[in-house]
């Protein structure tokens, strides 16, 4: 991540080159890994926690928010950006590489689950909360909606890893599918840091804090609690939990953009967040060790 923003900063390379970067992991190295960890799962009532964190988060969110709206004075734009920011993880472009450097590549096809919910739920939620702020509330065009979901390469390569395995056996693609979804973390970090700006972070202010608490902090304690009160335990709860401590998710930013909610929290939001994961992520580790 670090290359890839110095070497943007120093003019060696553009930030747009993070388009091709971002094709390549979508379209190529995470649909590897997805058809080689998918059929891996083990359909327990275990899988069903990683599939409801994304829910807690996005849930968590809209009631925090709520709260905090009135007493901090929080504009419709602001509370869309901070919807979507804090309550969509960055599962797949920091959450995939932070699995394989902290658990390892056997923990991953849990963090594919929170991935796979995350991602349906920034197609219809999240593009319906901004749709509804951009047009005040005039209404949201299902087909986009629709159109998002049905084009996303990872989430159909999902749906073809777990229906092909009961026809063909994918075993002998194992070792190309390891070589190209090998390159899924260095460049999804490099596409990271290509993207990284800390130009909007003054401008948040109070606003970015309270968010970056929420999402870093907060979150991941909401399905820590959930986990504890339900009794579920395991690796499935903490890479539930671990995911959910990931920082606001990029293409967050990009939609805030898109319909000019509040872009420059947004972006802050993402810019700060990313630096300031890594050691509270490191945090959350440290303590689901004894989870």
Request: overall charge positive.
């Amino acid at each position: 991540m670090a290359g890839g923003y110095l070497l943007r900063k120093s003019g060696k390379v553009s930030s747009s080159t993070s388009a091709g970067i971002n094709a390549w992991v979508l379209y190529l190295a995470l649909p590897a890994v997805i058809l080689k960890a998918v059929p891996q799962i083990r359909w327990t009532t275990d899988a069903l926690f990683p599939l409801a964190a994304p829910l807690i988060v996005l849930g968590g969110a809209w009631l925090f928010i709520r709260l905090a709206a009135r007493p901090l004075h929080w504009d419709r734009g602001e509370r869309t950006a901070l919807f979507l920011s804090t309550g969509l993880a960055n599962t797949s472009f920091v959450g995939f590489p932070l699995i394989l450097a902290f658990y390892g590549p056997g923990f991953l096809p849990i963090g594919v689950l929170s991935d796979q919910v995350t991602f349906i739920l920034l197609s219809t939620v999240g593009i319906a909360a901004a749709s509804l702020a951009a047009s005040a509330g005039q209404g949201v065009v299902a087909v986009t909606v629709l159109k998002r979901l049905v084009s996303f390469p990872p989430l159909l390569t999902f749906l073809a890893a777990l229906i092909l395995p009961q026809f063909v056996d994918l075993a002998p693609l194992h070792p190309l599918f390891d070589a190209i979804g090998g390159t899924l973390a260095p460049l999804a970090l490099f596409s990271v840091g290509l993207q990284l700006s800390f130009s909007q972070a003054a401008k948040g202010g109070r606003t970015l804090l309270v968010g970056l608490s929420y999402k870093l902090l907060v979150a991941p304690a909401l399905v820590f609690g959930v986990a504890l009160l339900l009794g579920i335990k395991g690796p499935s709860a903490q890479i539930a939990i671990f995911e959910a401590a990931m920082a606001p998710m990029i293409t967050s930013a990009v939609i805030a953009s898109e319909y000019k909610t509040a872009p420059h929290l947004a972006n802050a939001l993402v810019g700060i967040g990313i630096p300031v994961s890594f050691i509270t992520v490191t945090l959350w580790w440290f303590l689901l060790r004894f989870f």
